[in-house]
């Protein structure tokens, strides 16, 4: 969507981005430019031991589903995993950061725009620079609960503007998260000011930045991708609304599927690198079917038959809005597309349809079933 640049502020003059989003600003006398700063220890060593493949988690199947759907599909608008503590949670989704295959973009564009087709709104592209793609990893960016407002949208570089005479743009997380995930962790226990700028950001696409004599607009598109325990507080139905796909989580309650958890995670934790190679080949084979999926949905045919039980099955749990349909239709394509099937049936839209729907629903005093129930029931009644 192409969206017209912001006027500047009255009070002060637009700054030249350029390639890396700065200007030269009268330089102080006698302040000598800083060396870069050396990458920590405890990071290097953090990127360095592999995360827990996503081919090695057992059980949570819905949640795994869901999340291999939004990968496929991003305009499913995200995933939202609620549940106990400890269940997987993180550890599924940071998992997908691992798995999914690489993208191509712009060199040195620091919201990794496509070469392909550059965003309307990136200062960086719109500046007329050589457009050289090189393959990177999809963005999977963590929203830390006490992040700042600056941090999170981005804001002056005050380092830059006194060590070198600089005004530049430091980049916040929504840049960093741009054409990948952006993960928050407690979702429900976001602050509302943040909450609020998340909802403008994802309906748009685009962040706008006023900061400090800056004024610019640049790309964020993401995939929302939140996990929380609903004990400890419930979200906001704006942005419970903006989640397509939402999914229970729950603890295992077989003794063999708990015994295999706790051991996979002790090998695991002994031994990340040998552990992590040793399901080298299905995490290689799971990448190769998302590619494939991404490359085929498109070509996947939704039949009206299955349009009209999507259609059929939200009036019959009362959803508000059309929302509902397009991520039942969206969401059983991809699922299609992942399976390697040419047509959406019945059974993909059975399968999709909790996650789907389960979070739209409005409250009914009169019936005391939850939310998953009520699904179930409808899909039997209108899905037999």
């Not at 969507?1 to 006698?30: F, Q």
């Not at 040419?342 to 939850?370: K, T, Y």
Request: neutral net charge.
């Amino acid at each position: 969507m192409t969206l017209d640049e912001r006027s500047p502020p009255a009070t002060a003059p637009e700054p030249d981005i350029g390639e890396a989003g700065a200007m030269p600003v009268p330089s102080k006398p006698g302040v000598r430019k800083s060396a870069p700063r050396p990458r920590p220890a405890s990071i290097a060593a953090e990127e360095a031991t592999p995360a827990f493949p996503f081919s090695a988690i057992v059980g949570q199947d819905e949640m795994k589903r869901a999340l291999l759907i939004a990968a496929v599909d991003p305009s499913i608008g995200g995933v939202l995993a609620l549940g106990d503590r400890g269940t997987g949670k993180s550890t599924a989704i940071r998992a997908l950061a691992a798995l999914l295959p690489p993208m191509r973009a712009v060199a040195g564009c620091p919201y990794s725009c496509d070469p392909a087709a550059p965003a309307a709104a990136c200062p960086h592209c719109a500046a007329g620079l050589v457009r050289q793609g090189r393959l990177v990893p999809v963005p999977v960016v963590d929203l830390p609960l006490g992040a700042t407002e600056d941090r999170v949208v981005g804001a002056l570089d005050l380092e830059r503007a006194l060590a070198a005479g600089i005004k530049a743009f430091e980049p916040g997380l929504l840049a960093r998260a741009n054409r990948g995930f952006l993960y928050i962790d407690e979702v429900n226990l976001l602050e509302d000011h943040l909450v609020d700028l998340l909802l403008d950001v994802a309906a748009s696409g685009v962040n706008t930045v006023e900061r400090e004599g800056l004024s610019l607009r640049h790309p964020a598109r993401f995939v929302l991708v939140g996990s929380g325990n609903p004990e400890e507080g419930e979200l906001r139905p704006q942005l419970l609304d903006r989640f397509g796909l939402a999914v229970e989580v729950t603890t295992p309650t077989d003794i063999p599927t708990r015994i295999e958890v706790v051991r996979r995670r002790d090998a695991f934790e002994r031994d990340p690198t040998g552990f992590a190679a040793a399901h080298a080949g299905a995490e290689k084979a799971l990448r190769r079917r998302i590619t494939a999926a991404r490359a085929r949905v498109a070509d996947v045919v939704v039949p009206d038959a299955s349009l009209e039980a999507a259609a059929r099955l939200c009036l019959a749990l009362g959803t508000d809005g059309l929302r509902g349909e397009l991520t039942l239709m969206r969401a059983a394509r991809a699922l299609a597309a992942l399976d390697g099937r040419e047509r959406v049936g019945i059974d993909e839209i059975r399968a999709v349809a909790p996650a789907s729907l389960r979070h739209r629903l409005r409250r009914n005093p009169l019936d005391e079933a939850g939310s998953t129930a009520r699904v179930a029931r409808a899909v039997a009644e209108v899905l037999p």
